[in-house]
C-alpha cells in the first residue's frame, strides 16, 4: 500500500493518518526516486461535507486553509514511513489563494517535493479547478520527526 | 544612517521577497507583470511591505503606475518626507 | 471582552468552521487576543480509530491557521465603520508568507492568537503574529492577508437551508483572481 519507489496512474483514497477536516484526499498519481518526490492528488468539494455547512451556510466554498490540509495529507500518503509518524509541515513560506472552489468542483493538487540535505522536505504544490482555473499555490517545508511516540 | 529613506538595493530585496525571486533575478526596469508573474495582490503586499517597513506611504492609486523596481523606487522618493 | 455570542455576530462561519471562542483583548484595527478551545470532541478527530497514538491528535495545523485567521478577520471587522448599504463582503483568507509551526496543540488546550493589524491597503488587510498554548508558543505568523469580497452574507434564517445565494456575483469576483 505504501508507494515506495512505484509509479504510475492509480488512484487510491488514502485515510487521513491524523486528526483533519478533510476525510482524505484521492492519490492519483505518486513517484518517489531518492530525494524526490512528485504526486496529484485530488478533493471533491461536496455541498453534503459536515465541515462544509460551517463554511458557508448555504455557500459552501473550499476553505483556503483546506488546500494546505491537502498538501499534508499527500506529504504523509506520499513520504509516511510504514509505521511511523508522517512527516509534519514545519512552515508554509507562502501560500497564495487565487480562485475559490464552490460545490461540485474538485481540486487537483500537482506536488514535487525534495528531500533537504539536512532532514526533512521542501515540497511545491499547485492547485487547480476541474475547469483548469489555477486556484492555489504553496511551497512548504516538512520535518521528519525522529523522536519516537507521543508527547501527548 | 540618518537617512530613512530605504536605498535601491534594499527595496529590492524586499520586492525580490515579495515576488518570489532572488534579488539577483529582479532586474530594475523589469516588469513585474510580464516578467515575473506578479498579481495585483503582489503589488498590494509590495506598498504595504514599505508602509511597514520604512513608514513610507505611497497612495493606491499610483498602484497601477508601479510595475518596476524603478517606478517603486521613483515613489518612495516621491513619498519620502524630509524625514532625519 | 466580547463573548462567543459577539464573535458569532460578527462572523459568517458557522459550526464545524467558526475557529474563534472568545475575544480577550481588542485594540480595534490594531491588535486582538483571542482564544479557542481544543475539544476532542470536534469533527477533525471522528474518524481516529480507537488505540491511535496520541500524536495523531495534534489539532490540525491547517485548522490553526484558520482559527488565526478569522482572529485577524475579527480585528479587521472591529476597526471599520459597519457599512451602510448592507452589501457586507466575504473576509476571504488570499495568502500567507512564512507560517512557521513550532509545536502542536491537543484536546484539552487552548490556543490563544495574539494577532497584529500591519495595514490595510485597497481591501486587503495584512496581519502577523503567534499563536500560544500557555507558555508554550507554537506558531508564528509573518504574514496573513485576507480580502473582502462582495457576496451576500449567509443570515442565520438561511443558515443550513438549501436556498442558494447569488453566486454569480462572488464568481465575478473569483475569476478577477485569476493568476495569468
Redesign the interface.
Given at each position: 500500500m505504501s508507494p515506495g519507489t512505484e509509479s504510475g496512474m492509480r488512484s487510491e483514497h488514502q485515510?487521513?493518518?491524523?486528526?483533519?477536516?478533510l476525510?482524505g484526499i484521492e492519490v492519483a498519481d505518486c513517484h518517489r526516486e531518492g530525494a524526490d518526490l512528485t504526486m496529484t492528488v485530488r478533493v471533491a468539494v461536496s455541498g453534503d461535507d459536515?465541515?462544509?455547512?460551517?463554511?458557508?451556510?448555504?455557500?459552501p466554498i473550499l476553505?483556503?486553509?483546506?488546500v494546505?490540509?491537502a498538501l499534508?495529507q499527500a506529504v504523509a500518503a506520499g513520504l509516511a514511513p510504514a509505521a511511523g509518524?508522517p512527516p509534519?509541515?514545519?512552515?508554509?513560506?507562502?501560500?497564495?489563494?487565487?480562485?475559490?472552489l464552490?460545490a461540485g468542483d474538485e481540486l487537483t493538487l500537482a506536488i514535487a517535493g525534495s528531500a533537504r540535505p539536512g532532514g526533512g522536505w521542501t515540497v511545491t504544490a499547485t492547485g487547480f479547478r476541474a475547469d483548469g482555473?489555477?486556484a492555489a499555490?504553496v511551497?512548504a517545508d516538512f520535518d521528519c520527526d525522529a523522536a519516537g511516540?507521543?508527547?501527548? | 544612517m540618518t537617512s530613512s529613506q530605504p536605498q535601491l538595493e534594499e527595496l529590492r530585496e524586499l520586492v525580490a521577497e515579495v515576488l518570489e525571486l532572488e534579488p539577483e533575478e529582479l532586474t530594475d526596469t523589469g516588469d513585474f507583470v510580464a516578467d515575473y508573474e506578479a498579481d495585483s495582490l503582489r503589488a498590494i503586499e509590495i506598498l504595504a511591505r514599505i508602509d511597514k517597513q520604512y513608514q513610507v506611504e505611497i497612495p493606491q492609486a499610483e498602484l497601477p503606475e508601479l510595475r518596476s523596481l524603478q517606478a517603486v523606487h521613483a515613489a518612495v522618493v516621491r513619498h519620502t518626507s524630509g524625514q532625519a | 471582552m466580547r463573548e462567543h455570542v459577539d464573535v458569532r455576530a460578527a462572523l459568517p462561519q458557522r459550526y464545524p468552521l467558526l475557529l474563534v471562542d472568545r475575544v480577550l483583548e481588542l485594540d480595534p484595527g490594531r491588535s486582538i487576543r483571542t482564544v479557542k478551545a481544543v475539544s476532542g470532541t470536534e469533527p477533525c478527530y471522528r474518524h481516529l480509530p480507537d488505540g491511535a497514538e496520541g500524536w495523531r491528535y495534534a489539532y490540525p495545523r491547517s485548522l490553526l491557521m484558520e482559527s488565526f485567521g478569522q482572529s485577524a478577520a475579527l480585528l479587521w471587522l472591529a476597526g471599520r465603520r459597519p457599512e451602510p448599504d448592507g452589501d457586507d463582503r466575504l473576509l476571504m483568507f488570499v495568502a500567507a508568507r512564512d507560517y512557521r509551526f513550532e509545536g502542536s496543540a491537543y484536546p484539552g488546550d487552548v490556543l490563544r492568537h495574539q494577532v497584529r493589524l500591519d495595514s490595510v491597503l485597497a481591501d486587503t488587510a495584512f496581519a502577523s503574529g503567534e499563536t500560544w498554548v500557555g507558555q508554550r508558543r507554537i506558531a508564528t505568523v509573518a504574514s496573513l492577508i485576507a480580502t473582502r469580497r462582495p457576496v451576500a452574507r449567509p443570515t442565520p434564517e438561511l443558515a443550513g437551508a438549501t436556498a442558494g445565494y447569488p453566486l454569480s456575483k462572488f464568481h465575478q469576483s473569483g475569476e478577477d483572481r485569476d493568476d495569468v
Open positions: 485515510l487521513p493518518a491524523t486528526a483533519s477536516p476525510a459536515p465541515h462544509l455547512r460551517g463554511h458557508f451556510p448555504g455557500l476553505p483556503g486553509v483546506f494546505v490540509e499534508c509518524r509534519e509541515l514545519a512552515a508554509v513560506r507562502s501560500v497564495r489563494l487565487l480562485a475559490p464552490l482555473t489555477t499555490r511551497r511516540p507521543a508527547d501527548a | - | -
